[in-house]
């Protein structure tokens, strides 16, 4: 998928997913992610994360800035980009718009 696709995507689902469904999909994630710690960052864990961020439209909800505080987004997102590099990306602008400023250290 190019850039442009995704862009647009993104805008679409924006639109698409209420915030309701945002907090259900978070959640489930959250979910997960407990699970995974559990199973020691075994295959199955693996697979089990990287079925739902390849699934329900997870990452536009991850980056839509609607971050759902009671549930430790920041934590969740930071434990996720420790484990796939994909994310590394959005770990940073998640802390560079919480902390208002941009910084470009890479660390996770």
Same mark, same amino acid.
């Given at each position: =998928?190019?850039?442009?696709?995704?862009? /647009? &995507?993104?805008?679409?689902?924006?639109?698409?997913?209420? #915030?309701?469904?945002?907090?259900?999909?978070? &959640?489930? !994630?959250?979910?997960?992610?407990? #699970?995974?710690?559990?199973?020691? +960052?075994?295959? #199955?864990?693996?697979?089990?994360?990287?079925?739902?961020?390849?699934?329900?439209?997870? =990452?536009? *909800?991850? !980056?839509? %800035?609607?971050?759902? $505080? %009671? !549930?430790?987004?920041? $934590? =969740? *997102? @930071? $434990?996720?980009? @420790?484990?796939?590099? &994909?994310?590394?990306?959005?770990?940073?602008? +998640? &802390? /560079? #718009?919480?902390? %208002?400023?941009?910084?470009? $250290? %890479?660390?996770?």
């Amino acid at each position: =998928m190019n850039q442009s696709n995704a862009s /647009d &995507r993104i805008i679409e689902t924006r639109s698409s997913i209420s #915030e309701i469904e945002l907090r259900a999909a978070l &959640r489930a !994630l959250h979910h997960v992610i407990v #699970e995974a710690r559990w199973l020691a +960052y075994q295959q #199955e864990a693996h697979a089990k994360i990287a079925t739902i961020l390849d699934s329900a439209e997870i =990452m536009p *909800l991850l !980056l839509s %800035g609607k971050a759902v $505080d %009671g !549930l430790g987004f920041a $934590d =969740m *997102l @930071r $434990d996720l980009a @420790r484990t796939f590099p &994909r994310l590394q990306w959005a770990w940073q602008k +998640y &802390r /560079d #718009e919480t902390s %208002g400023s941009s910084t470009n $250290d %890479g660390s996770v």
